[in-house]
């Protein structure tokens, strides 16, 4: 079963994460962006090639969860990790509020059907992370949630905690490498990032009155930020604190970290026994021959 690798930036699995001392930014990120942009260049082109090879090897897959406050960079960080991918090794789903359907089935379930297949690179754009993050802030979703009325009670976190390790420790015993990236934006930050989508035209769209509420509960998600990832943070799906304040510099940590850990799977390109390759020699001398 696959075991984290170790960087500075890992989530120790001792419960001992504390939100107040995950660094929203490094030395490292205030270099020239161009550098940071290179570094970036150099690990893409691992991911490219580790994923041909996982593709051929067709024993793994690989399930990126990204979880963080609003205009942390999640969608950009996505974008620049992957680029250079075959966009048929990778697939990337966005969760937002839950449909109909969706609220038919347990909490796991509409993550569940899009797990990537062994060969791939999957990304969730938040997740089921979502059920204890922004539902715990906001716990009268739960009364949208057609839960049977003995499960509405404040052990239903420890229990939500509690269904996502068994889900990913079931992931990870066939194959599936889980890495989470908390991608740690400060408030400060997140703030600039807000007044630039309204001061500039172009960045118009994105903005969203609903973000500015949320921001009013800093306090709140920073707490379930912290007590969901100690529950979650394991070796075989180990949690990534990044810091994001500088965008450039964070794309480089997280794709030094996926590629580290594809490279620790020590994956080849499967090979043929010698009947094949003598077969192989006598298909090859037919085609030489064709006129």
């Known amino acids: 079963m696959f075991k984290a690798i170790d960087s500075r930036y890992l989530v120790p699995f001792d419960d001992s994460f504390q939100v107040k001392d995950a660094i929203t930014n490094v030395d490292e990120g205030r270099l ?4 940071n942009k290179k570094k970036l260049k150099k690990q893409t082109n691992k991911i490219h090639d580790l994923q041909r090879i996982m593709y051929a090897h067709d024993s793994h897959s690989i399930l990126l969860v990204f979880q963080a406050m609003d205009a942390a960079g999640k969608d950009s960080t996505i974008r620049n990790v992957l680029t250079g991918v ?16 969706e609220l038919d089935h347990d909490f796991l379930w509409r993550t569940a059907v899009r797990l990537p297949e ?9 997740s089921y992370y979502e059920e204890v993050l922004v539902v715990r802030v906001h716990p009268e979703i739960l009364n949208y949630q057609k839960l049977a009325d003995e499960h509405k009670h404040e052990k239903i976190w420890q229990h939500r905690y509690e269904s996502i390790r068994t889900f990913e420790k079931h ?3 066939n194959g599936t490498v889980i890495l989470k990236f908390w991608l ?8 600039n990032r807000f007044l630039s989508r309204i001061d500039e035209p172009e960045k118009n769209w994105k903005f969203s009155e609903a973000d500015i509420e949320e921001r009013f509960h800093w306090g709140n998600y920073m707490s379930a930020y912290q007590e969901a990832i100690r529950q979650t943070s394991r070796s075989w799906a180990p949690w990534y604190a990044i810091p994001a304040d500088n965008k450039p510099y964070m794309r480089y940590a997280v794709a030094k970290i996926i ?9 080849h390109y499967p090979r043929v026994d010698e009947e094949a390759l003598q077969r192989f020699a006598h298909l090859r001398e037919m085609l030489v021959q064709e006129d």
Do not use: T, W, Y
């Open 32 to 35: 020239d962006d161009n550098k």
């Open 86 to 101: 075959n966009p048929a090794g990778c697939q990337v789903f966005c969760f937002k509020k839950p449909s109909a359907q």
């Open 118 to 126: 062994r060969g791939r690179i999957g990304v969730f754009n938040r």
């Open 171 to 173: 992931l990870a015993r």
């Open 184 to 191: 740690n934006v400060s408030k400060d930050e997140q703030r």
């Open 259 to 267: 590629a580290k850990s594809m490279e620790s799977l020590h994956m």
